[in-house]
């Protein structure tokens, strides 16, 4: 955010109230007033403020999907993993359940990101690493909707890092 330097030190006097300011008064003046614009923004719950820290969700129970997006995973999924994972996704042979206690047992209580790079390196079984990371998100979304999680407004983002942020849990 770029602010005049006199608005900037009108904002820099009223920083240096705060007790986190006024001990770093001897800062370069520039790094100062960046300091404190980001602490003040930081208590902010205004847009600017989320475009600085974006809070991002913290569990699947957050509506980290979309509907759209769940569609779109659960036609890959009918296409490259019910052969082997089943319709009802409750796994055939070898191929684990995607769903029920033993997918709750493999996945509760790590990062989604973990899901997400399973897919990626590892499926599907015969052709490993075929889908993009977009694709992939999908199969996510349509995973976490069939096991009941909570649609939003969002679409859960193809990034591992993103998705290292948001937790698995089962139902609180
Ligand atoms: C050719 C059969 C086959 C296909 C197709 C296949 N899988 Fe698998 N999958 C397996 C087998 C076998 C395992 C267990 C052994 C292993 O992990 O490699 C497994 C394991 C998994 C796991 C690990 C279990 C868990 O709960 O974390 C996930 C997730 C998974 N598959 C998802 C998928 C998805 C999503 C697709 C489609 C993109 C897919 N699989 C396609 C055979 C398959």
């Not at 770029?2 to 240096?16: D, H, K, L, N, T």
């Not at 979309?66 to 019910?82: F, K, M, N, P, V």
């Not at 042979?93 to 590892?122: C, E, Y």
Request: hydrophobic share 40%.
């Amino acid at each position: 955010m770029i602010v005049e330097s006199e608005r900037q030190s009108r904002r820099y006097g009223a920083a240096v109230r705060s007790a986190t300011c006024r001990h770093s008064v001897i800062g370069i003046f520039g790094a100062l007033t960046a300091v404190c614009t980001a602490l003040q923004l930081g208590a902010m719950p205004m847009a600017t403020a989320r475009a600085h820290r974006p809070p991002g969700p913290g569990s699947v129970w957050d509506s980290v999907f979309t509907l759209a997006q769940a569609g779109r995973g659960e036609i890959t999924y009918r296409a490259t993993c019910a052969s082997c994972h089943g319709d009802t996704l409750g796994g055939i042979n070898d191929a684990p359940a995607l769903t029920g206690p033993d997918f709750h047992k493999t996945h509760d209580g790590n990062a989604l990101s973990s899901l997400f790079n399973r897919i990626s390196n590892d499926m599907p079984s015969d052709n490993p690493g075929s889908l993009a990371g977009p694709q992939v998100a999908d199969v996510v979304a349509f995973l976490l909707r069939y096991n009941g999680y909570p649609a939003g407004k969002v679409e859960l983002p193809a990034a591992a890092e993103s998705l290292s942020r948001i937790k698995f849990l089962p139902k609180p």
